[in-house]
């Protein structure tokens, strides 16, 4: 961490925070320029709170010089991460296909898609049973019948099945859900994070849409220090200026997060865009940056859909991009051979 | 709301949906253009899902032309909405200005802060129990024992309290707190804000960090549909760009709040800018720009606070600023008289 | 156009509006809805004036239906651009590969970097002479001398070349330049892009850092209105929130253009994020996602170069990545097929 | 400046960047830390290209400490500008009020709105001759004849005069302009900035559209840097996601710029919000934050303005703000005194 100091600062503050820090274990090196004194921190600076250091009168601006997460941390962990689910593996080289209609509706259209997302390859079922809407007036998913619906279609088909927690309240409800998702919307919910941390089941959580991949980390971080290293991270856009698609897909987000964490990296392409043409190109520009896996929309009959239509894919549709992606995929891991 | 349809829609598929329309109450008046036609929705379009009628084929847009909110909509409730607090008012021409520290540390601490700020004329005492941190390795904050602290500042001081509550597990805990606040990352927490419909207290909602007025009043909306009219919006400062500021300021939701809604409006300039220099120039513009309040963070000891110490003012520097807003306020009242 | 009226509008500028209307050709269709009434505009308004519409006391908002660009716009022009560049060609199914340095420095440098992108299968050299610099204290570029080095370059080699206009004052000396870039920060430089309207070279125009897809359009909008046709769309990264990367790459703009405009839609991985790191994983995501061609900074010694050089690639890691590429292009036409 | 090597950083390359510093005369203070080295860069580093030294392979990233600018720098020029124009000033404890049409349109229209603004109190007459537009088919001002007119107002009414240039090629033009206007969308058109920085008149810069304050203040100091340093700078709303207002208005500016610089800020609620029913409120607010002015915009005949009609004001409701506008000016400069 390094403290840049204001001009002249006063010598006690700074004989003050200097005794601070060293009480802390800290090590200082100072470096004093012409018109300004700079403070190089050494050791362990993940505890100190640097909005505290900013608050000194004689300080001028701090900034980090390490990633304030260890557990996610690919510095300290650098071989991939890779979680088991069911008998599919998230991770570590393989492409994880989670598909499935935005909300569950009835056992037969969950059935139905599960059978048909399966026999296009898919290794997941994803289906929405608490649906976080804008609009109280919205339809809000059918909740813990929703979530015995997609137990019906994993029974059926043997697709682990993906679905949302929208609260703690919740948690008892998801003990046989295989892989948990955060939303966008509670990717900060901390109180909801370390409860997951302390639960054994794969935690999804999909970045907030104004977060920053650091701020991403650190709520990853926050599930890991309480106890659950299974996390998996899932990039849904990112809110910006341009209103044409309902969020920018950051697919950067897929190196970037390969360099800083181990943890494996899902694409959603459905939610990003809000439109379904575009799901398809960019799935396959998501599969050849290298993503870990995809999370696609998919919807026996996308017009009657009861929640977030627009993006869905039905099976037909799927089942040809599907086709493109595990064929795109194949390529690239013989390329790279 | 209008729909856009795309060129030579396919005429039974145009047909299902007028039906459809109208078998839920919907009047539809076509427009036809040179290259497209536009299909007019008269009626309680509230209750219809823009993304549902989105994705059909033969749609290429939907716009919406009526605000989605009611409760919270200016046009059905044209008088603004005044809340008692204790024996404080907020909104009708008041100005509420809340302040403390952003964490309770000590009963010390809570109660000189309390002290002061009322000696200065603040109207209500802020402060932090449970706190929302983005790493997992900060101060949390003192949870309930915070509350029991704020408790007795009240009882020492007589002013009403407002605390942030972070999750449902939480409610019982906030009975007896006068003013509960959601904070930025939970404002699309919908299930915390049913719950907080659901109870007597007033509900102080923050923006969210990327949230839309829309989205902002969308969620108070959640608040008053399940029973609770008493709803305090505040503006803390959205993300951009920008990152001298920790988040841009808004003041042009003062006048944009006024005119889309009844709800009074809180301005927290403290949260919005990180830089507590910044904060006694904001507060005196949002005066100025019409808001119904301020959020001020006030500490005893800003070189000490366990959390977001860098934008407290300490008592002296309050008591100085709020000399100036009340003068302001009252030179601005009298202007209008 | 939709013109949405605010409650009980004045009787007389109603009429006044409609005749107004009338008067420019535009047939008006009235919705009559429960709290408002709606104007359908039908006819020709791309000529009309959104703003001032919107500012007449009877109107709260006005939405547009059509796209206001025509020339750009695939609606009108279905087949896809195809521009010949010297030997080349960019759009219809090719894979155009822009490659070279940020700056042009001397002409061993030039000259070294087109052989060897030219062996790697570049279809095109690019080389700054202008260069904006946020900073008057860096180096701003070679100027005319730096044009005349990249046509020696072309004369070595036969790419054709890519440089960037940075003022209308630079007109002549881009007489003999293949392909005339406009920056990203004058993509609103309106009297530069009439000009490049009037005079015969293709023209690439990159996307401003907060410009939205239709602005952009617009822009290429002006360049074809005044009579060239020949634009190439230059994708090289938004300004957002996130700070790791200099910019978000926004790979949407691929099907989303693809979509909206018969232009080819060329991606800048290299600008986009800053990080040399992160440029192959994007590229071959902008391949498989679509787009006409990359542009990629090559640098025979990146340590050394005197501008931008943080995101180049050398000659070697460039012919690695330009194999991948042209391998991933060559397997998704054979896909398609 | 500060470099945060990679861990185990190849000697060699350290060596050799260390002694290219040191050539440049650069002192360096190294801190090992745990995990990684820190160079603590002392002396002139504005000449250093941060870019270029991220690019090593040894440096993992690169931190500025002090600003890069330093005419525009309040450290080095603790003293508030003050520039004449005409009979007025700007800044220096003065209000400046420039008003007037968004576009020139008649020279009866002109002197009328400039005798009007200046009977209530406007201190600069403002008008666009040459109009930057979204669409090549919006008007685009009367150009040469539009400054014509202008100079006729001034002529009639004494008040100084403030028009917008658009290109390098309309310099000669703006010689008896008394203050040239930078358009946000040219606020990075480096050419243009350098040519005034060798002329004599005062330049008003806006903010662009996504400029953060340290790039505008660089823009600033692209025409101190060529001896121009009469630059008065002009907030007019950033891009945010929020679409209600046309921009952003970003108060925080004033503060913040009147730490980093001693240029005088104006503040042009106009432009910003896009909507007339915003200019008043943000127009008091911005002088309670503390602005040197403001930029408004009068209309004589809001409904048939040629462009930028919605957020004009009348002169009669222009009147009456400015009333409250320099009443609060008033009293918060006794309040102070």
């Known amino acids: 961490m390094i403290v840049i100091l204001k001009p002249n600062p006063n010598p006690d503050q700074l004989e003050s925070l200097k005794n601070w820090l060293l009480g802390k274990g800290i090590q200082i090196h100072t470096s004093l320029g012409t018109s300004q004194m700079i403070l ?9 709170d640097i909005d505290l250091i900013n608050a000194l009168d004689i300080v ?26 069911g008998n599919t593996q998230v991770g570590g080289g393989t492409l994880t ?4 209609p935005c909300s569950v509706e009835t056992e037969e259209q969950i059935i139905e898609v599960a059978k048909a997302v399966k026999a296009s390859g898919a290794t997941m079922l994803r289906g929405g049973a608490f649906k976080p809407r804008t609009s109280p007036y919205s339809f809000q998913g059918l909740g813990a019948q929703g979530l015995e619906l997609l137990k019906l279609a994993r029974a059926e088909t043997g697709l682990p099945i993906v ?11 998801f003990e046989d859900v295989d892989v948990i998702q955060v939303g966008a919307r509670n990717m900060q919910n901390f ?11 794969p935690v999804m959580i999909k970045r907030g849409l104004s977060s920053t991949y650091e701020e991403w980390l650190m709520s990853a971080e926050y599930v890991m220090a309480s106890g659950n290293e299974q996390v998996i991270l899932c990039e849904r856009g990112i809110r910006t200026f341009e209103t044409y698609t309902r969020n ?17 990296v899902i694409i959603d392409p459905s939610h990003a865009t809000g439109k379904y043409a575009l799901v398809a190109p960019l799935a396959l ?15 026996n009959d996308p017009a009657h859909a009861l929640s977030d239509g627009p993006q869905s894919l039905n099976p037909q549709a799927f089942d040809q991009l599907n086709k493109k992606i595990l064929s795109l995929h194949a390529f690239l891991k013989e390329q790279e051979a």
Chains 1, 2, 3, 4 share one sequence.
């Open 248 to 264: 920018t897909l950051d697919l950067s987000a897929i190196p970037v997060l390969r360099h800083l964490t181990h943890l494996p």
């Open 60 to 85: 001028e601006d701090v900034k980090r010089v390490q990633e304030p997460y260890k557990n996610a941390n690919r510095k300290f962990h650098p071989e991939d991460t890779v979680i088991q689910v």
């Open 163 to 173: 679905s949302e927690i929208m609260d703690t309240s919740q948690i008892k409800l």
């Open 40 to 48: 190089g921190l050494v050791g362990d600076t993940s505890t100190l």
């Open 285 to 299: 520009g998501a599969v050849a940056t290298g993503c870990d896996g995809l999370l696609i929309e998919v919807h």
């Open 191 to 201: 109180n909801l994070l370390k409860l997951l941390g302390s639960q054994p089941k």
């Open 97 to 100: 296909i989670m598909a499935g």
